[in-house]
């Protein structure tokens, strides 16, 4: 089964894009696939502790493994120690090698 | 190698170009006899509406005398054997299910979505 | 010895209008810093990104002359990154839509990028391990 790595750029309280993503996260992973989240530009703004609650939160509850890009927590002062449970921050190393082992990787 | 195309942004740049882009790459890349499919989610699924009118253009002494036409390049790309897909969802929340669409798309629940990605061997979201 | 993958970026972008350029441009980076060979395809704003007529400018608000500002220049970022991976054993390919080009005036891209059409996207994808799109707003 092919994994999927799905890339959220986008803040989840500008537009309901984020949810929809998230969604989409849960329902690859119930169909069987691998799937990892990967955070990155305003797509972080969602895993600062303390951060309104999000659909994320769903993801954060099953197998997906959730990342955030470093240099997009970093850029918008969002220590990897404030990071809401189960997040990892991650470098951008992490979308190539996922690249490079035949995940389909969906920019959003 | 079959590949799933989903447009999500309708109407971007689609007057400068007089296409919308990325329907019009996938016939291009369809003319090099890529395999594809195309996925019309958000607001994207507006393209499968009826009398979709963006002529009519003047600034100045400038006149448009070609206006974009997504719904008819629609057709035309499944003409050309191209499964054209529409999330039912996002047509629901924008009171299209009680319009005429466009004839011969494929309505698609989200949860159909993974079902619909398997079936193609890359996913490219525009 | 570590497998040597292609991996096919294409982006739409202009530059200094989205994060989404810097994103990109970090991933082409760590790409090619593992050996991979790496190809872009340059779509719609994004055929801007290696133009050669691309300038610095001083920064008044900052009381920086042109020289201290640096202002980066995705050309340069481009130029940059086909000799790193040369460094690093790899390729860089660089191609702009030729349509694009014309439609924005920008034919007079820096050496190395060239034109193509989407026929070289459908290429470059198919003789990749993936493809990455990362579309514009």
């Known amino acids: 089964m092919r994994g999927y790595l799905l890339i959220e750029s986008r803040d989840p309280f500008e537009s309901t894009g984020a949810a929809r993503t998230c969604e989409l996260a849960i329902q690859l992973r119930a169909a069987g696939h691998d799937v990892a989240l990967f955070l990155v530009q305003n797509g972080v703004l969602a ?4 951060a309104r609650r999000t659909e994320l939160d769903k993801v954060l509850g099953t197998k997906i493994e959730v990342l955030a890009d470093d240099f997009s927590l970093r850029e918008r002062g969002i220590a990897p120690a404030s990071l809401s449970g189960g997040v990892k921050a991650a470098p951008i190393d992490s979308v190539v090698e996922r690249m490079a082992a035949g995940w389909n990787a969906i920019w959003h | ?50 009398e979709q009118d963006g002529s009519g253009l003047m600034l100045g002494a400038w006149r448009q005398t070609q206006p974009p036409a997504p719904a008819q390049d629609l057709a035309a790309l499944m003409r050309k054997d191209v499964p054209v897909y529409c999330v039912r969802e996002d047509l629901a929340e924008r009171g299209l299910m009680e319009c005429k669409l466009l004839e011969g798309i494929v309505l698609m629940s989200r949860n159909q979505l993974p079902r619909l990605f398997g079936e193609y061997d890359q996913v490219w979201r525009w | 010895m570590a497998t040597k993958h292609t991996l096919t970026f294409v982006l739409m972008d202009a530059p200094f209008e989205s994060a989404r350029t810097t994103i990109a441009f970090r991933l082409l980076h760590a790409a090619l ?25 001083p920064n008044a608000v900052h009381g920086r002359d042109v020289a ?3 202002h980066p220049l995705s050309k340069n970022w481009i130029a940059a990154l086909m000799a790193h991976a040369r460094t690093r054993g790899a390729d860089l390919k660089w191609v702009n839509c030729g349509l694009c080009v014309d439609e924005r005036g920008v034919g007079e891209a820096i050496e190395g990028a060239r034109r193509g059409s989407p026929a070289d996207c459908w290429k470059m994808a198919q003789q990749s391990t993936a493809t990455l799109v990362i579309p514009t707003k």
């Not at chain 2, 740049?13 to 016939?27: G, K, L, M, P």
């Not at chain 2, 291009?28 to 507006?46: I, K």
């Not at chain 3, 810093?33 to 400018?57: I, M, T």
Request: glycine content about 8%; overall charge negative; cysteine-free.
């Open chain 3, 68 to 70: 201290q500002e640096d």
């Open chain 1, 47 to 50: 895993v600062r502790s303390g």
């Open chain 3, 33 to 57: 810093d593992r050996g991979y060979d790496v190809n872009v395809f340059a779509y719609e704003g994004a055929v801007a990104l290696s133009f050669a007529k691309q300038a610095q400018h």
């Open chain 2, 1 to 50: 190698m079959k590949v799933l195309q989903i447009v999500e942004t309708a109407y971007r740049a689609t007057t400068e170009e007089q296409d919308d882009t990325v329907i019009w790459i996938s016939h291009a890349m369809r003319g090099a006899s890529a395999e594809l499919g195309v996925l019309l989610t958000g607001n994207a699924v507006n393209y499968v509406a009826g």
